[in-house]
């Protein structure tokens, strides 16, 4: 697929969206009032308390800001992978397998989500004006290493969102597996320090989602804490090529299976 | 009368009949509850702020999560649903009163979830991080007194966003926004205690607290006597102002069905 031709069909859904402008606009509003809940909480914890292990305001909000920010954008190409078994039940799978184009990148196309914006505005003013409070020693550098933790860590939230997809291709659509999902960026909101030696083990090496924001805030920053290093950070961008990477592989084989099984 | 009653037990073996997830529900919870103490132990360590410490504020957690479980805020997927489909329609034509009708469905899935989801969740959620009991026997009563109080005014406003759905086609906005109030004013997350001043008296002149902060402060004995029967005169009055508002634009959104055909 070219790149024109993904954008043609975002253009579309664009459109379609923008048929129905003023409900969307509200519905931006409403939903970013909703998140910009989450970090009011934050922020008055904080207020009353200083700081939630030693990081501050601002930090939290860096925190907090990449894992909105990062999931908007997995969640921008990947979401409909939380439907997808009923895709698969209702055999509206199978076309995508009769076009042209790899089923993956044509159902990201076809299911390009637009409704993220909200995430987009809230989270990333915080990003920003985070940023500008800390005031850090920016370089070049430090930006580019910015830029390439979104990446990474969109890249994570992508490869969950596979992963749950290809689940419940092979299987069976997975409560569980979505409500830990849920339970684990809820866990990775906070400082991986405020946990216990399980946690920060099970979300550093087990499912490493401390990678998507933690451990680069803690480089950002540096946080000197945790069991493990904080130069772990450095290593966000490679531990998301391989987690997207097996995603790929598992998605690969669970097609493999569909289409061998007669589908 | 019986015809609801019926209605709440349809609604519950409904429910039933996902009892096999709901282990997947109560381990949510707990994460959550997990997730919550850990932060409270990082800010308060072994000290205490306002008179609290790490021991009550795992118990404030515990009453909030397991009373946020018994909410009827949700009734608004039901007439968002039913709205969408039509089927709205077959209610209205039938001789009940729909907003019974509502409640009593939303009072069937509650009973369920009273029992195969509130009550594991709380025995877990005290077994594994310890709950304390109830400050004073004499606050059994006001405490039940404002857990009811809570279903009510639960049920007020989601039905009040419900009916929002008549005009527009849609709750999705008010819905996030008011679930946003919620999160912040209920003091599921934060308790007024630990509010900034112009907050706390925000967040008493909303109904919102009672849908948690108040029920867990009179169960944790942070209310005096004077305090906790102000606080379930002022919760009666925000349901009858709410049921108040309910009727009137029930009424309103008839006479919208009637106007356009429906």
């Known amino acids: 697929m070219s790149l024109p031709l993904f954008l043609r069909f975002v253009l579309y859904k664009y459109k379609s969206i923008m048929e129905y402008r003023g409900a969307f606009l509200v519905g931006v509003w ?38 909105v920010l990062t999931y908007a954008m997995g969640a921008t190409f990947f979401y ?14 199978d076309r995508y397998l009769t076009s042209p184009l790899p089923p993956l990148i044509h159902l990201c196309a076809n299911q390009f989500n637009i409704g993220y914006i909200a995430h987009y505005i809230v989270a ?72 216990g030696f399980f946690i920060q083990t099970l979300l550093t090496f087990g499912i490493p989602f401390a990678f998507i924001n933690y451990y680069p805030s803690a480089v950002i920053l540096s946080k000197e804490e945790g069991i493990f290093p904080v130069w772990l950070g450095f290593l966000a961008p490679f531990v998301a090529l391989v987690c997207f990477a097996l995603a790929l592989r598992m998605w690969g084989y669970g097609v493999k299976r569909y289409q061998s099984a007669g589908g | 009368m019986m015809a609801y009653f019926s209605q709440a037990m349809k609604s519950f073996s409904r429910s039933m009949a996902y009892r096999a997830e ?19 132990k990082a800010l308060l360590g072994h000290s205490m702020t306002n008179g609290v410490g790490i021991q009550e504020m795992v118990t404030y957690s515990i009453l909030n999560t397991s009373l946020s479980i018994i909410l009827m805020t949700h009734v608004y997927n039901q007439v968002d649903e039913s709205l969408r489909t039509g089927g709205i329609l077959m209610h209205l034509v039938k001789p009940l009163r729909y907003p019974l009708f509502l409640f009593a469905d939303e009072a069937g899935k509650n009973m369920y979830s009273l029992l195969f989801e509130l009550i594991p969740t709380l025995l877990v959620g005290a077994l594994l991080f310890g709950l304390q009991p109830i400050s004073e026997s004499d606050h059994i009563i006001p405490f039940a007194l404002s857990v009811i109080i809570a279903m009510f005014i639960s049920f007020g406003i989601g039905y009040l966003i419900a009916l929002i759905a008549f005009w527009f086609m849609t709750t999705f906005a008010l819905r996030w926004t008011v679930e946003g109030l919620i999160k912040v004013f209920s003091g599921s997350l934060i308790p007024l205690w630990f509010f900034p001043p112009v907050w706390i008296d925000v967040a008493h002149m909303l109904p919102f607290k009672f849908l948690g902060f108040v029920p867990a402060a009179i169960y944790m004995g942070k209310m005096s006597s004077t305090e906790i029967y102000e606080n379930l005169a002022i919760g009666l009055f925000w349901i009858v102002l709410l049921y108040g508002l309910g009727s009137l634009l029930w009424w309103k959104a008839l006479r919208r069905l009637a106007i356009q055909g429906g």
């Open chain 1, 30 to 67: 409403g939903q970013g009032l909703g998140y910009l809940a989450d970090f009011v909480v934050l922020r008055l914890l904080v207020q009353k308390f200083q700081t939630i292990n030693g990081w501050e305001w601002p930090e939290i909000a860096l925190l907090v800001s990449i894992n």
């Open chain 2, 22 to 40: 709901v282990w997947i529900q109560i381990g949510g919870n707990i994460l959550f509850l997990f997730i919550q103490i850990s932060i409270w």
């Open chain 1, 124 to 195: 990333g003013s915080f990003f920003i004006w985070s940023l500008v409070q800390l005031q850090a020693d920016w370089t070049v550098g430090t930006l580019f290493f910015l830029i390439v933790i979104l990446i990474s860590g969109g890249l994570m939230h992508a490869a969950a969102f596979i992963f749950l997809g290809s689940w419940a291709f092979i299987f069976t659509r997975s409560r569980f597996l979505f409500t830990l999902y849920g339970a684990l960026r809820n866990f990775t909101s906070y400082p991986l320090s405020i946990y």
């Open chain 1, 80 to 93: 409909h992978m939380t439907n997808f078994d009923s895709l698969v039940i209702s055999g509206g799978f």
